[in-house]
Each structure stands twice: as C-alpha cells, then as structure tokens.
C-alpha cells in the first residue's frame, strides 16, 4: 500500500496546473540563478550597469528613455537614470532566484533538497515542494517531512486522531491494523497544501503571477494578492517591452511622452522625468538652432562690432545679425595717418568760413575759437551770428545820451539811436534836448536882425543861445559905411561889437 506516493503525484498533478496560468516555466534549463528584485518590480535600487544589478568595466550606455536600455536580460529591471545613462537592477531580491525572467523559490528541483532522503523534492510554479514517500522507509516505518522515516506509531481506532496526529496539515493521519499511517492530504482542484498552514490557494508568492508587470503579486495567509506596482496618483508604471518587469514614473514612460514639438531639443525620459535638453546636432556645421524660430541659422560670428578684427584704422566692421560685415572706409570726416578717421588731420581742414574765429584741429577734432581782434572798435566775434556784430541785445547799445532811445537790431546785429528830440526842443546839447546849444544855432541871415539898415552909430539887435533858448539883444554898430550895418546879415560895420 503506497497511499503517500499516490497523493505526491496527485499534488504535482494540481501544481503543474497551476504552472499553465503563471509566467514561469516549469523546469530546469530554462532558470536562471541570477538573483534580483521581486516580481513587479519597481526602479528602486537601481545603480549598476550590467545584469545581474553589479558593475561593469564599459563606459556607461548613453540613453535618451528606458526603451534604450535593454540589455537582453529578463533578469534585470533595465532604466534610463537621471544622469541619462543606463542603469540596470536586480530583479529579484535577495532571497530569490530569477529564473528566465521570474522570481520564485527554485528555478529546478536541485534548489530544493531538504536533506531529507524520504521526501521527492521537486520545484513546481518556482517553489519547492518535498512529498514524504513511504516506499523508502522500512516495512514499519513511514516517511515524515523535515524529519526522516520515523517508526509508524502504534494506535488504537478509538484514538486515532491524537494517537497519529503528526502535526502536519499537509497529511492525513489514520490508525490502520494499529498502526498510524500519514496520507498526503488531497486538497482538491486549484488548491495546494502549504506547509505549517494546509489547503491553500498558494504557498510561495510566485504562485501568484497575474502576468501583469505593473502589479505586486503577493501570497498571504495562502491567497494571492495583486497591489499595484505604483502610486496611481503620483507615479505611472511602466512595463517593459518583453513584459517582465516595469518601472515606477513620475512623468514618462519613454522619450516619445517627453516630445516638447521643439527642433532644438532633444526630448529625453531620465529616471521617469521628461528632460529637454539643447540639441546640437540637428543643424549642420556652421550653423545653430534658433529657439524662437526652430529654424538651424548661421552660428553667430560675434556680438558686437568689437568682435569683428580689423587692421585698417581707416575702416570700420560690424557686427551685422550675428556676422561681421566687409571693411568700409571712413562713414564721415578724413582718414589721418596714425590715427584713423577723424574729423581732421589738420587746421586747415576746419575753416568754418567766419573770419574772426581761429579754427584749429586737436586730436581730430576741430576748435573754432572767437578772436574779437578781429573785429573793428565796438564789434565782438559772434560765431553763431555769423562772425563780427555791434550788439546782441538793447543794452549793448547805451550811448550814455538822454537825447536818444538805444535799440539793437537784431536782424543786422547793429546798433539804433532814435532821437528824442522835436518840437520846442528839437536840437540835443549833450545830454538834453533845447531849442539851441549855441549862439550859432539862433542866427538869423547871419546873427543880427533889424528891420531896416540903421545908420551908424544906431544899434542893431543880435540872436544868441541863453540856457537852450534864443534871446535877442541890441548891438552898437560903427563904420563908414552905413549900409554895412548889419547889411544881409554881414555883421556891423564888418563885425560885431558889443554894446
């Protein structure tokens, strides 16, 4: 009677059922022990470069997204990091085994030897199992897992149940011709008997696989739980091309989420966050990308003119749009030997065409200073008038007489005495107006007036200039010669006595 080997091979039945909905292949060659991160992995930890998560000699692989960055191996959880350089992780942890890409217990069955000589220790779904089988044990004797074959235990029917209870819940204990015996126990379809807990949906969490890379598949308490991979709220999963593992991001997937539609950048996804870096090799030699335009331009010569070299004083460049332009000769004035343009090399380059300044050149440029010399008595240089002027203004033109009204001319620049004189007073005597300066000035027919020729020896009467006004007095005339007696106004008798 071979119960226990009967119900072994029923268990492997169920689990290789159970193999045909997990990702895991179901035998050795296929495994691999590399070890790594658990199933749905996500980019923590991620920081060497090769595959099984160490690091590696060769320079690091310059990525622009994740999808740069396969490295051929299941093994690994492959990301594009922050440096924009390929990064590559375990992905299994540490108490795992990575086999083709799955994580479980065992990848075959030589990962599973319990020490115990009884037992079939086999991997099925990635997870050891050791079946006891009784036909290795003596006659009396049957096989018990963790311990070995052990003497059957004589019972009784009556007590079966404490005299034979081995303490697993993976057997089913009977007293039979007194004697116990420890069936493995038949869980059914779909279940699987875990030891230290019994029937059970799973016992190891690869037996959980939903073929899914952005969930964590989980055994608990023997069932399966799926608990997304990633925060929906702050982080989007990513899974790889081939399906076995998945990253958490906060922004990208790949390069292709980071297209900003801008020809200058180039568009990257780093540790799941879109970069946009200049790109510099969109445009051809010579050339440069031109953010506002998105067009490749002309790389800029310079800035300003100063960046343009040029060894002729007697010519200019400039920086013109990013290019030096040709040499041109001076824009204005005269190209001076050792100097370079200026407004003039000499004194004679700077008449300014009025005479009484003295034009001169200092430095390459002209001075015009005014030299009123130059000008007549009365007369200074005025520049901007055109040269020599009597006034700019009334109170240049006092000529220190109450007799006038002084005005400048502002159109000639001269000077205007309007006299102030007329009526009873039209002559001026120095500083007033009066109706005479001197006698002179009130001389009728030559000073003396009478109304018929006197005889001599009569008076005449004479005109002369008393405080600005004429008076008349009387004169004594003498001579021979009557009729010369204030004669046409010829004075008496020759001249003019006194009375």
């Known amino acids: 009677m071979k119960p226990s080997r009967f119900s072994h091979w029923l268990r492997v039945s169920l689990l290789l059922g159970l193999c045909s909905f997990t990702a895991y292949a179901c035998g050795g060659s296929q495994f691999s022990a590399t070890g790594g991160g658990g199933s749905g992995a996500a980019d923590a930890g991620i920081t060497g470069d090769s595959s099984s998560g160490g690091s590696s000699s060769a320079p690091p692989k310059a990525c622009s997204g994740p999808e740069d960055c396969d490295d051929g191996d299941p093994c690994t959880v492959d990301q594009c990091g922050a440096d924009g350089t390929c990064k590559s992780a375990p992905k299994c942890d540490a108490t795992q085994k990575c086999c083709a890409g799955s994580c479980g217990e065992c990848c075959d069955k030589t990962d599973c030897d319990d020490g115990v000589q009884c037992t079939d220790d086999d991997c099925f779904a990635g997870a050891c199992t050791h079946a006891p089988d009784d036909a290795t044990c003596g006659t009396a004797q049957y096989c018990a897992v963790g311990s070995g074959c052990r003497n059957k235990e004589v019972c009784a029917a009556a007590t079966a149940s404490t005299d034979c209870d081995d303490m697993d819940p993976c057997t089913t204990d009977a007293c039979t011709n007194n004697l116990c015996e420890h069936t493995a126990t038949d869980c059914g379809t779909g279940s699987l008997c875990c030891a230290g807990v019994g029937c059970a949906e799973c016992c190891e969490d690869s037996q959980c696989n939903d073929m899914n890379p952005c969930t964590t598949d989980q055994c608990v308490a023997g069932k399966c739980q799926h608990p997304a991979t990633c925060n929906g709220t702050t982080a989007t999963c990513c899974a790889s091309a081939d399906g076995s593992s998945a990253t958490c991001a906060s922004s990208c997937c790949s390069a292709k989420d980071c297209d900003d539609q801008q020809l200058c950048t180039k568009d990257s996804c780093a540790a799941?966050?879109?970069?946009?870096?200049?790109?510099?090799?969109?445009?051809?030699?010579?050339?440069?990308?031109?953010?506002?335009?998105?067009?490749?331009?002309?790389?800029?010569?310079?800035?300003?003119?100063?960046?343009?070299?040029?060894?002729?004083?007697?010519?200019?460049?400039?920086?013109?749009?990013?290019?030096?332009?040709?040499?041109?000769?001076?824009?204005?004035?005269?190209c001076c030997a050792g100097v370079g343009c200026a407004a003039c090399c000499a004194d004679t380059d700077c008449d300014d065409l009025i005479a009484c300044t003295t034009d001169a050149c200092s430095n390459g440029t002209c001075t015009h200073t005014p030299n009123n010399a130059a000008c007549g008595t009365g007369l200074t240089c005025d520049p901007s008038n055109g040269g020599c002027i009597q006034c700019k203004g009334d109170s240049d033109c006092n000529d220190n007489s109450n007799c006038t009204t002084d005005t400048c001319d502002l159109t000639a620049h001269k000077c205007v005495h309007t006299s102030t004189c007329a009526g009873s007073t039209p002559l001026c005597c120095g500083t007033s107006c009066a109706g005479c300066c001197v006698d002179s000035d009130c001389y009728t027919s030559g000073g003396i007036t009478t109304a018929a020729t006197p005889v001599i020896g009569t008076k005449c009467t004479q005109n002369y200039c008393s405080a600005g006004s004429c008076m008349t007095r009387a004169v004594a005339c003498s001579g021979t010669v009557a009729s010369s007696c204030c004669a046409n106004g010829s004075g008496c008798c020759g001249g003019i006595q006194p009375e």
């Open 272 to 334: 799941g966050v879109c970069a946009h870096e200049p790109d510099t090799t969109v445009c051809a030699a010579g050339t440069t990308c031109n953010s506002t335009t998105q067009t490749c331009v002309q790389t800029a010569q310079c800035a300003k003119d100063s960046d343009c070299p040029n060894s002729d004083p007697c010519s200019t460049v400039s920086c013109v749009n990013g290019k030096c332009s040709s040499p041109s000769g001076c824009a204005s004035g005269k």
